[in-house]
């Protein structure tokens, strides 16, 4: 199942490294990229950041783990990771 997008503006490479750092520790999915897709326990999301705005999108999820859920997730960990 495909998510709604979850946008974020005005990003500087340094929060998106942040970002990236949160994603990463709180959930095991490294952003190694720019533009990309990574998986893990059967969730899969995809990003892209053109330097200054970033969408990042579940693009696969196991059935029982609701796309509220997931971007719920995405966005308190990128927004924690955007603060620092």
Not at 10 to 35: C, F, L, M, N, S
């Amino acid at each position: 199942m495909t998510c709604p997008p979850l946008y974020f503006y005005d990003i500087t490479p340094e929060q998106w490294t942040a970002a990236k750092a949160e994603v990463a520790t709180k959930y095991g999915i490294e952003i190694t990229a720019d533009v990309g897709e990574a998986s893990k326990d059967g969730i899969t999301i995809g990003w892209n950041y053109d330097g200054k705005n970033v969408s990042i999108q579940c693009v696969g999820n196991v059935f029982f783990v609701p796309c509220d859920f997931i971007n719920a997730e995405i966005d308190a960990a990128v927004k924690a990771g955007l603060k620092s």
